[in-house]
């Protein structure tokens, strides 16, 4: 699970009080467990915060405005990613726009990704079969 120090953790706190429109848009339907997954947000990841966090799927979202393709925020976003990969986890990153243009086709997406590789241990499908009853 994802962790990080008080201070992050208390930012990731104060941040669930301060979505963006996106991020309030997702959200609405990531908590009804699309597909069955459990999604947290502003999760605390060390001396990050993600904007959505799926541990089923070792899933990271993040939601990029406008603001990610200016200055420095590409070269901040690529080290976080980098420190999530380091860490067994996999990142998503997802144009607000698309949010606020096809939210549908965004959680489509979400949920293809998080079961394309999802971890090696998937619940039991049930009993093997009888000897004899294949």
Same mark, same amino acid.
């Given at each position: 699970?994802? /962790?990080?120090? $008080?201070? $992050?953790?208390?930012? =990731?706190? /104060? +941040?669930?009080?301060q979505l963006s429109l996106p991020e309030v848009l997702l959200w609405q339907t990531l908590r009804t467990r699309p597909?069955? +997954?459990?999604?947290?947000? %502003?999760? *605390? *990841?060390?001396?990050? $915060?993600?904007?959505?966090?799926?541990?089923e799927a070792g899933l990271v979202l993040e939601i990029d405005g406008? /603001?990610?393709?200016?200055g420095k925020q590409p070269q901040v976003d690529a080290e976080r990613d980098d420190y999530l990969h380091r860490n067994g986890y996999r990142v998503l990153r997802i144009p607000a726009v698309d949010v606020l243009s096809d939210l549908d086709a965004v959680v489509r997406h979400i949920v293809a990704t998080a079961r =394309?590789?999802?971890? +090696?241990? %998937?619940?039991? *499908?049930?009993?093997?079969?009888?000897?004899?009853r294949i």
């Open positions: 699970m994802l /962790s990080g120090p $008080t201070k $992050t953790i208390r930012g =990731a706190r /104060s +941040l669930r009080r597909d069955g +997954l459990k999604f947290r947000r %502003q999760q *605390a *990841a060390g001396p990050y $915060t993600t904007d959505f966090f799926c541990h406008e /603001s990610h393709n200016r =394309a590789e999802s971890p +090696l241990h %998937q619940p039991s *499908a049930g009993p093997p079969p009888l000897k004899g």
